[in-house]
């Protein structure tokens, strides 16, 4: 019998939600080895900070470190980086790296992550200067094409929250911006028409050319890009930001439950009880919600860690967690808690102020199933409590401004008659 | 050298010293427990929740708008309470002690 100081837990995928395993399994106790691997080869980094900051600091891209490398060192977490996973033998137990050597493991962690889909359009794969946004490289890249020449025309193919946070950014160095949306409004599945236009106006207003209905079929020998309506916009780069795909590759070998996802039990086991998936690339239940979700957040990355470093080392927990998430454009701060998915009605409170400042509250029937709050902390608390609570608000308050923003103006009392 | 005493939930006390950036950063480089810092230090996810000692408070300020908005997330949270990736370390707020929100 093995002692615990002799268990090895192997973390694929050294990103928010690896890292933060890592170091809570140290937290939680676990006295056995923790070998962390991940392609990217540098320390790893906040990723948000991506498609905002690290464009637009005017010093060297330096990406701000989850952990400093001491701290791997002082709570004895291997790093192995630039390295790649190639395959998963859950039989043996072991992991194959790229270089061929194999690592045993009693627990392993999937933290994979997902990457960029790049769509099917004609002509992309030989066009000059075409990136998406994932990781550090890709900013320096994207930044090295505008160093010398800010004022180069970009076009932006998807009007999601990536997308339209990088055209914000690539604004501010200076370029000539235009964003490509397919469908009738940019960030039209996941947020209500009034969102939509918020943010429509605030980049036209801030000089980026923003297009729905455009749907790129190819781009030209001349990178030009070209919508199937026949208009073409000439583009010195491309950005692609269409969403993303799970990393599965690696788990189709180890013959693991794939919907939409990993898929993992509350505890975030996967369907192997050696292996755990956490992060971006699981397919979880939200027992909030009652349904199974994938979610693209830092939060979900990190309360799963949680979850997962509490369940390996033999606790009984179960992921709870209410998703929250954020966008910073210009000086426009969004906060959103909660999943709007399935809503019927919607409430927008705007508050009189010099800025910007309102929310949008999503219901089903009378459930609060979300908040979009903009540079609205406020309603992004009050909402983030609601929901826990699944209490019900009183609608015509929660619109009237000359209510002021106190939770019990809002909270349906009922009367006895 | 900035010294800064954090007093964790289980009441570990932890003495670290700083030159620049956030406290928050400071203190999740370090692993002091109950300060994650998950949204990078934007004031987005109140995840960085300290109570400053009553006498260090006029060290280091109290909390802006978004801030004190933000503390409404926990229940625990009063008149000391901060976000520590919104103070920054400077010589001004040498010896301070933050005891950890629960």
């Known amino acids: 019998m093995k002692s615990e100081n002799e268990f090895i837990c192997v973390v694929v995928g050294a990103s928010h939600a690896g890292v933060n395993l890592a170091f809570s399994l140290r937290q939680e106790g676990w006295k056995g080895q923790i070998f962390l691997f991940d392609t990217d080869p540098e320390l790893p980094y906040h990723r948000p900070p991506l498609s905002k900051t690290y464009l637009t600091d005017n010093n060297e891209v330096s990406t ?36 061929g050597k194999q690592q045993h493991y009693d627990k392993l962690v999937l933290a994979t992550g997902a990457r960029p889909i790049i769509p099917p359009i004609k002509g992309l794969n030989t066009a000059k200067n075409v990136f998406s946004l994932r990781t550090a490289a890709d900013v320096e890249e994207i930044r090295s094409v505008l160093k010398n020449q800010p004022n180069q025309k970009v076009v932006v193919i998807g009007g999601g929250y990536i997308g ?14 235009t964003i490509l949306e397919r469908e009738e409004r940019i960030l039209g599945r996941i947020t209500a028409p009034e969102m939509s236009t918020f943010f429509h106006d605030l980049h036209q207003e801030n000089g980026v050319a923003v297009l729905t209905k455009k749907n790129v079929i190819s781009i030209t020998l001349n990178n030009d890009v070209v919508c199937d309506d026949g208009t073409v916009f000439p583009a ?11 990393n599965t590759e690696l788990v ?15 505890s975030t086991q996967t369907s192997n009880k050696d292996i755990y998936a956490i992060g971006d690339c699981t ?61 019927d009605n919607i409430v927008v409170r ?44 009183n609608k015509t308050k929660l619109a009237d401004t000359s209510m002021a923003f106190k939770p019990a103006n809002f909270i349906q009392v009922e009367l006895n008659n | ?33 109950g300060i994650d810092g998950n949204c990078g230090g934007v004031c987005s996810c109140a995840t960085c929740h300290v109570h400053v000692r009553p006498e260090d408070m006029l060290k280091t300020g109290a909390a802006s708008e978004i801030e004190t908005d933000m503390l409404e997330l926990d229940d625990n949270a009063d008149e000391y309470s901060r976000l520590c990736c919104q103070i920054e370390i400077s010589d001004s707020i040498d010896g301070v002690v933050l005891k950890v929100a629960k």
């Open chain 1, 164 to 177: 339209l946070e990088i055209a914000a950014s690539l604004k501010k160095v200076g370029a000539e911006v």
């Open chain 1, 236 to 246: 010195d780069v491309i950005i692609i930001g269409v969403g993303i795909h799970v």
């Open chain 1, 350 to 393: 705007t508050e009189e102020k010099e800025q910007p400042c309102f929310s949008i509250w999503y219901f089903k029937g009378n459930q609060l199933l979300a908040v979009d709050a903009i540079n609205n902390a406020k309603a992004y608390v009050f909402g983030t409590k609601f929901i826990k609570s699944n209490q019900e608000l």
């Open chain 1, 64 to 99: 701000s470190p989850l952990k400093s490398k001491e701290s791997y060192e002082r709570e004895d977490i291997v790093l192995n980086l630039g390295m790649k996973v190639t395959a998963i033998n859950s039989i043996e137990k072991s992991i194959l790296l790229e270089n």
């Open chain 1, 252 to 266: 189709k070998k180890a013959e693991l439950v794939i919907e939409n996802g990993i898929k993992v039990d509350p």
């Open chain 1, 283 to 343: 397919y979880h239940y939200n027992s909030h919600y009652k349904q199974y979700v994938r979610l693209e957040s830092v939060q979900n990355a990190v309360d799963q860690a949680k979850i997962a470093a509490a369940a390996i080392t033999g606790k009984e927990v179960v992921y709870d967690a209410i998703p929250w998430f954020w966008s910073d454009q210009y000086s426009v701060k969004l906060q959103i808690v909660g999943l709007s998915t399935g809503y």
């Open chain 2, 1 to 33: 050298m900035v010294k800064i005493t954090f007093i964790t939930s289980d009441e570990e006390k932890i003495v670290l010293e700083g030159t620049t950036g956030s406290v928050m950063e400071l203190a999740v480089e370090h692993n002091v427990k």
